[in-house]
């Protein structure tokens, strides 16, 4: 069992709406750990302070015995004194900066459920089975305006949307103040252990405790934010793919002898991979297989494997080529850029069986890590553009 999990982000872009009530689970679904992690650096900033304090009302008693005459003055002990209530200062300003920081998170994402939800209240959604361009969606979406209100929360999602990578630079700001605090303490707890301490010799015990403990309990926030810049960094992935989604227009199908030879031609206008050299023919996977591809572009790390078909695949097809896929995948470690299914005969519009479907979107190719995920597409050419479900963005 991970001590901290991993969120796996897919690029596959079902529509606007859709990722939106993803993303909307998601961020449900990571509720408890955000709770979890304000209640650790609330215990953690008040444990280290009380311990600080008591650390400086020590130091405090020793000046006011050396007043009365009662004590002697010793100057490394004013020194330790002045390092205590550098402490305690420091201490005290990372805390309240901290849980700021955490505070402005929370309602952040307290702001991102109430929008995303009302859009799942809208009974906004539905899934479509076929591939749409950005310019369609948007006219939907305009349109969609007009006759439910909710659709209006997409323009204010969006602008929420823009502040994530804001909420990524406050949560570092957060781990690295936090590391500091919990180094902090935990300095102080060496010193005292060892009596460097004005607190009262009965009271060492309590106090060499009391930073222990607070050092623990920052270091386990200071996990718990490392996870939730994990999160975020899938949120804004998730984001970046939508946007995407949003403003690319249909791709223009290129000249080319053939269906396939101008798949390869439109993959290497969009630039996705360096190496241009098109091969055809076996890859051997990790299981020692031989797999046969139509086209092969790129290399490890950045390649396109397209198998055509004279129709739509079927869900036994596209089984086949994931499994292929997935074992070249393992064998050299990468994920492929893209997996495609190109269809090079039909008429209409992409239009795939309901299983089919589910398939494309529930079953892609993780890496080694699990934190990233390969969709299938299956391509068709329509009217001069290509069609492609899903959009997905490597």
């Given at each position: ?8 982000t ?26 979890l992690?304000a ?16 650390q ?66 809208g ?60 180094m ?15 607190v009262?010799?009965?009271?060492l ?13 920052l ?117 492929p ?16 069986d ?18 990233r ?20 963005v490597?």
């Amino acid at each position: 069992m991970r001590l901290l999990r991993t969120f796996t982000t897919s690029d596959a872009v079902e529509g606007a709406v859709e990722v939106r009530l993803e993303l909307s689970e998601a961020l449900h679904a990571y509720r408890s750990r955000l709770r979890l992690l304000a209640l650790a650096l609330i215990l953690g900033v008040l444990l280290t302070l009380s311990a600080m304090f008591l650390q400086v009302a020590g130091y405090a008693g020793w000046i006011v015995e050396w007043i009365d005459g009662t004590g002697s003055l010793d100057y490394l002990w004013a020194l330790l004194g002045l390092m205590y209530t550098a402490f305690f200062v420091i201490s005290l300003s990372i805390g309240i900066a901290v849980l700021l920081f955490m505070g402005m998170m929370r309602r952040y994402f307290s702001l991102m459920r109430a929008r995303y939800g009302t859009i799942a209240g809208g009974g906004m959604g539905r899934p479509f089975k076929r591939s749409k361009g950005p310019r369609d969606g948007k006219k939907e979406e305009e349109a969609g305006m007009v006759r439910d209100p909710a659709r209006m929360l997409l323009s204010l999602a969006r602008e929420a949307e823009e502040e994530v990578p804001q909420v990524d630079d406050l949560l570092k700001y957060s781990t690295t103040f936090t590391l500091l605090l919990a180094m902090i303490s935990l300095l102080a707890a060496g010193l005292t252990l060892f009596g460097i301490s004005h607190v009262p010799e009965e009271n060492l015990d309590a106090v060499t405790l009391a930073h222990a403990v607070s050092c623990v309990v920052l270091a386990f926030a200071v996990l718990l934010q490392v996870e939730a810049q994990r999160f975020v960094t899938h949120f804004i992935t998730r984001v970046s793919a939508l946007e995407a989604f949003e403003t690319q227009g249909p791709m223009p199908v290129p000249e080319g002898k053939d269906t396939l030879d101008r798949f390869a031609n439109s993959v290497m206008v969009k630039g996705l991979v360096e190496d241009g050299e098109r091969t055809s023919g076996d890859l051997v996977g990790a299981s020692g297989q031989k797999y046969s591809f139509d086209l092969v572009l790129g290399g490890p790390g950045e390649r396109v494997l397209v198998r055509t078909y004279e129709g739509v695949p079927g869900i036994d097809q596209a089984r086949d080529l994931r499994t292929a896929a997935e074992d070249v995948a393992h064998k050299e470690d990468e994920l492929p850029l893209r997996v495609v299914a190109l269809v090079t005969k039909g008429a209409g519009d992409l239009d795939v069986d309901e299983i089919v479907y589910d398939y494309l979107m529930e079953h892609p190719i993780l890496d080694d890590a699990g934190e990233r995920a390969r969709s299938l597409q299956i391509v068709f050419e329509v009217e001069g553009y290509y069609s492609v479900l899903p959009f997905t963005v490597p």
